[in-house]
């Protein structure tokens, strides 16, 4: 290959790098590096990302449902359950059994939650039993709701366990809390 041969490869090269939208470069087989171009990552650093999003209550989430997990002593599955059966408003053991299927938790039981109290039986009509959330989930669930939409704040009192617990990660999810709670003064 000639000098000038040479020259013009590399020209295309650079020229490639500066137009193309993405390159890509292969790491190890089946790994491939997708990187900007030169020009456009010399841009890219320099603009500063705004959210667009037109809703943010998702934001917070993780915090609430670890508040209301263990003030409530419930694990994921079962407030993820409550949340879904919430609009339902009342349901049938039939419907309870398909919001088990299309979440996926098949290990919960109805009797269950009727032991620990968080579900009731609103009505019986011959031998089918209609079922709400008990005024102590329902409360819960509306009160999560209102955390989300950054409406109300996270109980920081002595009722909180997180804050009487001396565990150090309980200790930062504190700290967690009260970001959070200055966010909705």
């Not at 409550?82 to 098949?106: D, R």
Request: glycine share 2%; net charge positive.
């Amino acid at each position: 290959m000639s000098a000038q041969n040479k020259k013009t490869e590399e020209e295309k090269i650079l020229h490639r790098r500066e137009c193309e939208d993405f390159l890509y470069e292969i790491i190890e087989s089946k790994i491939i590096l997708k990187r900007l171009p030169l020009t456009k990552q010399k841009n890219y650093k320099k603009e500063v990302r705004i959210s667009r999003a037109d809703y943010t209550f998702l934001q917070y989430g993780f915090i609430i449902r670890k508040w209301a997990m263990r003030n409530y002593k419930l694990t994921s599955n079962e407030l993820d359950m409550f949340l879904y059966l919430y609009p339902l408003t009342i349901f049938s053991s039939k419907q309870f059994e398909v919001a088990k299927g299309e979440i996926g938790f098949y290990s919960m039981s109805l009797k269950d939650f009727e032991d620990r109290g968080f579900i009731v039986v609103w009505s019986k009509i011959k031998s089918k039993s209609f079922y709400v959330l008990s005024h102590k989930m329902t409360f819960l669930i509306s009160r999560m709701h209102r955390m989300f939409l950054l409406e109300e704040p996270i109980p920081m009192s002595v009722k909180n366990v997180i804050k009487t617990s001396e565990k150090a990660s309980d200790k930062k999810l504190m700290k967690l809390f009260e970001q959070f709670n200055k966010k909705i003064k």
